[in-house]
């Protein structure tokens, strides 16, 4: 008897999903169903509390069939890469008719498989909207959970926060918060369900409601002093701001209660900026070359003043050709100091060799610095590298700020502290951040590892150990510049 004998003319299935997010769940089930040649119309797909609980999870009852079983010989089910990334996404989405969708599209794809090609399309459009929405969601999830301190029934530390997702996106974001705060013991609360981390399990439970977190804790009055004191009047823009944060965050941001004072007070503030000497207030640069032009002479900090050259970055010079990578060192060394090129000395050579091994062309990634003219001591006829200031690196961020903007990467990969530090703003170990993507704000992310000078300073079993971190950091990168790229 073949698949298509085991569907009765006209029968209706209805598939009850135990959980709103069971992605894996729905792709086995509608793999089934392909198979045995059920049309999108004939499947009710039903999430906890949807209607359609009338059904029995997959048994007849009220005209409801029992779902039909592939043949062991039944035709395998085509679909691509792309398709599952973003179905995989959508399916978090809070559309009750989102698993009616992928169903749907999977089935075309089986007659069609380039038709996700077609942007006119409107289910391919569809899709997409649904993807795009429950990643801005996972953005803001990642920006705005703030935790508060508070002390669990054995009296030690626990933090906890209060976060209102317009998806389903909490349990797929588990892991991002687990990485980012493996020492910590906290709880996220959320109307769509909870999860809890006790420094060596997961756990999940139901919703809660806003009552269930803390209102504040000591703490907060140090952070808002510090969100205060780093307020920027003078690149205030307060329609971008609300773009970037909601105002529907903002009740569970201590910080969120000084914007208002903050943008009000603003224009004095600017106004008291530039009357003290501050740095005069530029208008971004428009293209790469009006960066390369303000560079070479710019003299804001002391490195600039030194006689060396600015070195620009550089990339593919056809956008057709940029894989979505930017590369950002720490700083050009002697070699780049006097070729005018980043990253063609002994680690950018080091560099190239890595790259190639992981299978991402140099050619196809933007390669710049922290800081753009070379710092050094003088030692004879030799000039030894210098680190650069943490002063050094912010006051030379604004140009690196203004190349990202212009390239617009979807993936930064930082080599080095004093490169995260230009891209976060802040100082972070590399050894605890790497291997794990930090979102930036703009639909990028950054993902951080060694610098190749380091490499090229280790000998023995530490350089191949080390290497091999490194070989895997790119891999990774590689991995998600595939994903992103689809």
């Given at each position: 008897?073949?698949?298509?004998?085991?569907?009765?003319?006209?029968?209706?299935?209805?598939?009850?999903?135990?959980?709103?997010?069971?992605?894996?769940?729905?792709?086995?089930?509608?793999?089934?169903?392909?198979?045995?040649?059920?049309?999108?119309?004939?499947?009710?797909?039903?999430?906890?509390?949807?209607?359609?609980?009338?059904?029995?999870?997959?048994?007849?009852?009220?005209?409801?069939?029992?779902?039909?079983?592939?043949?062991?010989?039944?035709?395998?089910?085509?679909?691509?890469?792309?398709?599952?990334?973003?179905?995989?996404?959508?399916?978090?989405?809070?559309?009750?008719?989102?698993?009616?969708?992928?169903?749907?599209?999977?089935?075309?794809?089986?007659?069609?498989?380039?038709?996700?090609?077609?942007?006119?399309?409107?289910?391919?459009?569809?899709?997409?909207?649904?993807?795009?929405?429950?990643?801005?969601?996972?953005?803001?999830?990642?920006?705005?959970?703030?935790?508060?301190?508070?002390?669990?029934?054995?009296?030690?530390?626990?933090?906890?926060?209060?976060?209102?997702?317009?998806?389903?996106?909490?349990?797929?974001?588990?892991?991002?918060?687990?990485?980012?705060?493996?020492?910590?013991?906290?709880?996220?609360?959320?109307?769509?369900?909870?999860?809890?981390?006790?420094?060596?399990?997961m756990r999940e439970s139901g919703p809660a409601q806003?009552?269930?977190?803390?209102?504040?804790?000591?703490?907060?009055?140090?952070?808002?002093?510090?969100?205060?004191?780093?307020?920027?009047?003078?690149?205030?823009?307060?329609?971008?701001?609300?773009?970037?944060?909601?105002?529907?965050?903002?009740?569970?941001?201590?910080?969120?209660?000084?914007?208002?004072?903050?943008?009000?007070?603003?224009?004095?503030?600017?106004?008291?900026?530039?009357?003290?000497?501050?740095?005069?207030?530029?208008?971004?640069?428009?293209?790469?070359?009006?960066?390369?032009?303000?560079?070479?002479?710019?003299?804001?900090?002391?490195?600039?003043?030194?006689?060396?050259?600015?070195?620009?970055?550089?990339?593919?010079?056809?956008?057709?050709?940029?894989?979505?990578?930017?590369?950002?060192?720490?700083?050009?060394?002697?070699?780049?100091?006097?070729?005018?090129?980043?990253?063609?000395?002994?680690?950018?050579?080091?560099?190239?060799?890595?790259?190639?091994?992981?299978?991402?062309?140099?050619?196809?990634?933007?390669?710049?610095?922290?800081?753009?003219?070379?710092?050094?001591?003088?030692?004879?006829?030799?000039?030894?590298?210098?680190n650069p200031s943490a002063k050094e690196i912010d006051?030379?961020?604004?140009?690196?700020?203004?190349?990202?903007?212009?390239?617009?990467?979807?993936?930064?990969?930082?080599?080095?502290?004093?490169?995260?530090?230009?891209?976060?703003?802040?100082?972070?170990?590399?050894?605890?951040?790497?291997?794990?993507?930090?979102?930036?704000?703009?639909?990028?992310?950054?993902?951080?590892?060694?610098?190749?000078?380091?490499?090229?300073?280790?000998?023995?079993?530490?350089?191949?150990?080390?290497?091999?971190?490194?070989?895997?950091?790119?891999?990774?990168?590689?991995?998600?510049?595939?994903?992103?790229?689809?």
């Amino acid at each position: 008897m073949t698949a298509m004998q085991n569907v009765s003319i006209g029968a209706h299935y209805v598939v009850n999903l135990p959980a709103p997010d069971d992605f894996a769940f729905w792709r086995e089930r509608a793999r089934g169903l392909i198979q045995c040649d059920v049309p999108p119309d004939r499947v009710s797909w039903v999430e906890p509390g949807g209607t359609g609980d009338l059904f029995s999870a997959e048994g007849p009852s009220r005209g409801a069939k029992r779902l039909p079983v592939p043949d062991a010989d039944s035709r395998p089910v085509r679909v691509s890469k792309r398709f599952m990334n973003l179905a995989r996404n959508a399916s978090l989405h809070s559309d009750p008719e989102r698993f009616g969708l992928l169903y749907r599209m999977l089935w075309r794809l089986q007659s069609n498989p380039r038709f996700l090609e077609d942007k006119a399309d409107l289910d391919v459009r569809r899709l997409e909207e649904l993807d795009k929405s429950v990643r801005r969601d996972s953005h803001k999830m990642h920006a705005f959970v703030r935790f508060r301190q508070v002390e669990d029934e054995e009296g030690a530390e626990h933090y906890v926060a209060w976060f209102e997702p317009d998806h389903y996106i909490v349990r797929a974001n588990a892991g991002f918060f687990m990485r980012r705060f493996a020492n910590m013991n906290w709880s996220i609360l959320t109307p769509r369900g909870c999860i809890h981390w006790d420094g060596e399990v997961m756990r999940e439970s139901g919703p809660a409601q806003r009552s269930d977190a803390p209102s504040g804790d000591p703490v907060e009055d140090l952070w808002k002093s510090y969100y205060a004191s780093t307020f920027n009047p003078a690149r205030l823009k307060v329609g971008a701001m609300l773009s970037e944060m909601p105002k529907k965050f903002w009740k569970n941001m201590p910080e969120a209660e000084l914007i208002p004072d903050l943008i009000a007070g603003a224009q004095a503030r600017e106004a008291g900026m530039v009357a003290a000497g501050a740095r005069e207030v530029r208008e971004r640069p428009q293209s790469l070359g009006a960066v390369a032009k303000g560079i070479s002479t710019c003299r804001d900090c002391a490195i600039a003043q030194c006689g060396t050259r600015a070195v620009m970055g550089e990339g593919p010079e056809l956008a057709e050709d940029f894989s979505g990578l930017m590369i950002v060192g720490e700083q050009p060394g002697d070699q780049e100091d006097i070729e005018g090129r980043p990253f063609v000395g002994p680690a950018g050579q080091l560099l190239d060799e890595c790259l190639e091994r992981a299978g991402i062309p140099r050619s196809s990634a933007y390669v710049t610095n922290a800081v753009k003219h070379f710092k050094y001591v003088q030692r004879g006829k030799r000039r030894l590298h210098q680190n650069p200031s943490a002063k050094e690196i912010d006051t030379c961020r604004w140009w690196l700020e203004a190349e990202r903007t212009l390239v617009q990467p979807r993936v930064v990969l930082a080599l080095g502290a004093s490169a995260a530090r230009s891209l976060l703003g802040k100082t972070v170990s590399v050894n605890k951040v790497r291997g794990a993507p930090i979102p930036l704000g703009d639909d990028a992310e950054l993902w951080v590892t060694v610098h190749p000078s380091y490499l090229l300073r280790l000998d023995g079993e530490a350089r191949a150990e080390q290497g091999c971190l490194f070989a895997r950091d790119l891999a990774a990168v590689k991995e998600r510049l595939a994903q992103v790229g689809e």
